[in-house]
């Protein structure tokens, strides 16, 4: 066999398909000791605790809130949360469904607020006439509420809460 092998390559090219088998069997019996289940359960799986490949019953998603009541701001940098439906509102490089409403030249019709100045600016500071790029996606920044349970606890507390009270 090996005399059919022009130029002796085969034994360079056996020993390396040799490694690699060689490799990979202790990647898999290392694999298989660290799942023998002996050792503790460290890190919850992601999957949950059902059989990943089960039929599962998905929960059922949480309701944004619509409300259209505009909600104070935690901290006075925050993106206003958007406090109306905004489903099937197209918002792509052609289109800009909240642009329609949010835009200053069509804020008096639509009665809604005027996207803030900063939304002008670009990233060097000079203001345009119109939205800027860095602003265009606004769902990068604004989201709705929903009516979800808080996966945590959360201990925010407004900065009022500090300091000296009067
Ligand atoms: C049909 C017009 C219309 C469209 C389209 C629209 N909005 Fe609005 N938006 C309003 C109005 C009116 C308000 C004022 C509160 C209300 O009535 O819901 C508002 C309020 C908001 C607020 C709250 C502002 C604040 O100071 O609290 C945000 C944020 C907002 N919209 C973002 C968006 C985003 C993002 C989109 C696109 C996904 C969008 N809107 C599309 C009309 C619109
Ligand atoms: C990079 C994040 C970011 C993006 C993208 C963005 N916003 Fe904002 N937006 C903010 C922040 C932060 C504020 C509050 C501070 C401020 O005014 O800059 C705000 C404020 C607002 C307000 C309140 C203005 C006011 O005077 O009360 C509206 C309305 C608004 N954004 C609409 C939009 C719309 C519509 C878009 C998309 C065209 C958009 N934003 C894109 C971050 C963003």
């Known amino acids: 066999m090996r005399g059919q092998d022009p130029g002796g390559l085969n034994t360079t090219r056996r020993s390396t398909v040799l490694g690699a088998v060689a490799a990979a069997l202790v ?11 002996a050792s503790p359960k460290i890190v ?7 059989p990943p490949m089960a039929d599962h019953r998905i ?10 009541i505009r909600r104070m701001r935690n901290y006075p940098e925050q993106p206003p949360i958007i406090p109306h439906a905004i ?6 490089i052609n289109t800009n469904r909240c642009l329609d409403c949010h835009k200053r030249e069509f804020t008096e019709g639509s ?8 939304h002008f600016q670009d990233r060097d500071g000079q203001v ?3 939205v800027t790029p860095r602003r265009y996606f606004c769902t990068a920044c604004h989201v709705q509420q ?3 349970r808080p996966l945590v606890p959360n201990t925010f507390q407004d900065a009022n809460a500090f300091g000296r009270k009067r």
């Open 59 to 68: 929960p059922p998603l949480d309701r944004p809130v619509v409300d259209d």
């Open 27 to 37: 990647v898999i019996s290392f694999g298989a000791l660290s799942q023998d289940g």
């Open 146 to 148: 929903t009516d979800a």
């Open 44 to 50: 919850p799986r992601l999957t949950g605790d059902e």
């Open 128 to 130: 345009l006439s119109d």
């Open 87 to 92: 489903d099937g509102y197209q918002l792509t």
């Open 111 to 118: 009665g809604a607020p005027m996207i803030s100045v900063t």
